[in-house]
């Protein structure tokens, strides 16, 4: 198995420039030089500094709540876990919690910062914290869906017949569904 080298040397950046800027996306360009003198432009997605929160509801210790909602990016309803960015000055928990009472109707009594997650890094600067939610109570704060989230019990037990249904494939849900599944057989 080959060693990751901790000691490479970053590429320099020679210029950062915006290319497009929406509502939601900054697109940027980059200008690097790496360290074997090859020179090259990039383009990104860049992600917001605070980065976003993605909540696994636990309503016991088998059941995951998961929402159905519609993902423009694939044109089509997806199951998947809540999820939302990070508000200035809020904290990672803090914005979970947010997050679950809008999405869910529901908060945690207990959260759980279990890791953060990156998707596609070559090309989108954005970070997702993984968040447990558990000891859950009903409450719920008006959010900004445009329609109302069908919220779904799944045992996590049968997460197998979960990936195979065909609106299951967003990669961070399915990842923090396996790093819960592994927490709670320990």
């Not at 020179?39 to 860049?46: V, Y």
């Not at 999405?103 to 970070?127: K, R, W």
């Not at 447990?132 to 445009?146: A, F, I, M, T």
């Amino acid at each position: 198995m080959d060693k990751v080298n901790p000691q490479r040397k970053l590429p320099q950046i020679l210029k950062r420039e915006i290319c497009a800027q929406s509502r939601l996306f900054t697109i940027e360009s980059i200008d690097l030089r790496f360290s074997n003198g090859v020179e090259t432009q990039w383009e990104r997605l860049k992600g917001s500094s605070r980065g976003a929160v993605l909540i696994v509801p636990m309503l016991d210790e088998d059941t995951v709540l998961l929402i159905r909602e519609y993902a423009a990016g694939v044109e089509r309803y997806e199951l998947a876990l809540p999820k939302g960015k990070i508000d200035r000055g809020e904290s990672i928990v803090d914005a979970a919690n947010r997050e679950l009472m809008e999405e869910v109707g529901y908060g945690a009594h207990q959260l759980t910062h279990l890791d953060s997650v990156t998707i596609a890094p070559g090309y989108l600067g954005h970070t997702t914290h993984i968040v447990v939610g558990e000891d859950l109570y009903e409450k719920r704060l008006v959010g900004d869906e445009p329609e109302e989230i069908e919220v779904i019990p799944w045992k996590l037990s049968d997460l197998s017949a979960l990936l195979a249904h065909e609106e299951m494939t967003e990669a961070r849900s399915i990842a923090a569904l396996f790093m819960v599944r592994e927490r709670q057989q320990k």
